[in-house]
């Protein structure tokens, strides 16, 4: 079966320090990867997709960037973190053809100070 | 460009009663729809999914949803509450077209409350 990982779960960082978050799928190959921002509140916010390693579309224009070195790896990273960066990132996959729905990360709940 | 709107900001509700969030979308064609759940400080649980077929949809934990093409809408009903179905729902509707395409799109959560 198919598993997304996820760390750290939490992080407090101090403004202006850099950011990197990790996502790794396990159980599948060339999956569709994705990163998302949750505000606080409750909306979804989709900063990130890759459809296969090096290839990374950004849906807004901010201050994180995305990578995708291996085939099941995803990668966040800031160079310098703002206060608006906080939030809970969740990371989420879904087959490149099949039954469409994606599949989500536990989440990293990341604190800007 | 497709979009999906929760008219509800939250759904109380008793124990062993029937339990409704409601769910209606916008896309150009035939609309891929789902529904998560999410507990807090963790990551979305995929509920069920309409893609074709039957309206009636089954999923998860005793959910169904019901699709209604003419009123362009999908909600996610089970018949008898239960305390730990208090969490965040999400209705989602995949885009079709341009550069919305194989993305979703999440509504806004409606968070439902469930007293003993």
């Known amino acids: 079966s198919q598993t997304i990982h996820q760390w750290p779960a939490t992080l407090v960082q101090p403004v202006g320090s850099p950011l990197s978050l990790e996502c790794t799928v396990e159980g599948t190959s060339n999956p569709n990867l994705y990163w998302y921002r949750q505000a606080a509140g409750r909306g979804l916010q989709l900063l990130f997709y890759s459809v296969g390693i090096g290839q990374i579309s950004s849906e807004v224009p901010q201050n994180l960037s995305a990578s995708r070195p291996q085939d099941r790896q995803f990668i966040l990273s800031s160079k310098k973190l703002l206060l608006s960066d906080s939030g809970f990132y969740l990371c989420a996959w879904n087959r490149l053809a099949g039954g469409y729905e994606q599949y989500f990360g536990p989440g990293t709940r990341l604190t800007v100070t | ?116």
Not at chain 2, 15 to 32: A, D, I, Q, R
Not at chain 2, 58 to 79: I, V, W
Not at chain 2, 90 to 107: E, N
Request: net charge neutral.
């Open chain 2, 1 to 116: 460009a497709q979009s999906v709107a929760q008219p509800e900001d939250q759904v109380n509700v008793a124990e062993g009663n029937p339990l409704t969030v409601k769910c209606t979308y916008s896309v150009s064609g035939n609309p891929y729809l789902f529904w998560y759940v999410q507990y807090p400080n963790r990551g979305l649980q995929f509920l069920l999914k309409y893609i074709t077929g039957d309206n009636l949809v089954k999923g998860s934990y005793g959910f169904e949803a019901e699709f209604n093409k003419s009123q362009t809408s999908f909600h996610l009903k089970k018949p008898s509450a239960l305390v730990s179905d208090s969490a965040l729902y999400f209705c989602a509707v995949r885009g079709q077209t341009g550069d919305s395409w194989g993305k979703l799109q999440f509504g806004a959560g409606t968070q439902v409350v469930v007293t003993p």
